[in-house]
């Protein structure tokens, strides 16, 4: 059975720093997209971040050049690590794995992504 355990979130003042991480039960980071997506009250759920088997990530505009998506495959975890938190970034954060027919770029909006955690909530106070 998949299973996705994300943690690592907390509340935090503007501008600081957390680090998210997600372990994978069941299955092997090794082949597939993995992904970090939010989502705020309210809101629908939107990309974050992702990366590829390869190490190559995309970013959405909101988080560019403030988060850092990373794995490690030989721990089944991913990290994302977020700075010069936001107010606005203040959403519940979850990772996903996508498992399906190999594609060129991770897709960067939810809906493909068949795989979830249970979210961590990242609250930033200003």
């Known amino acids: 059975q998949v299973q996705l355990v994300g943690s690592g979130g907390g509340s935090v003042q503007a501008g600081g720093t957390l680090r998210l991480s997600c372990s994978a039960f069941g299955y092997s980071y090794s082949s597939y997209c993995l992904g970090w997506f939010r989502q705020a009250p309210g809101k629908e759920r939107e990309g974050g971040a992702t990366?590829?088997?390869?190490?190559?990530?995309s970013y959405a505009d909101t988080v560019r050049g403030r988060f850092t998506i990373s794995r490690d495959d030989a721990k089944n975890t991913m990290y994302l690590q977020m700075s010069s938190l936001k107010p606005e970034d203040t959403a519940m954060y979850y990772c996903a794995a996508y498992l399906g027919p190999r594609v060129t770029d991770c897709y960067t909006f939810p809906q493909p992504y068949n795989f979830w955690g249970q979210g961590t909530q990242v609250t930033v106070s200003s």
């Open positions: 990366i590829d088997s390869d190490g190559s990530t």
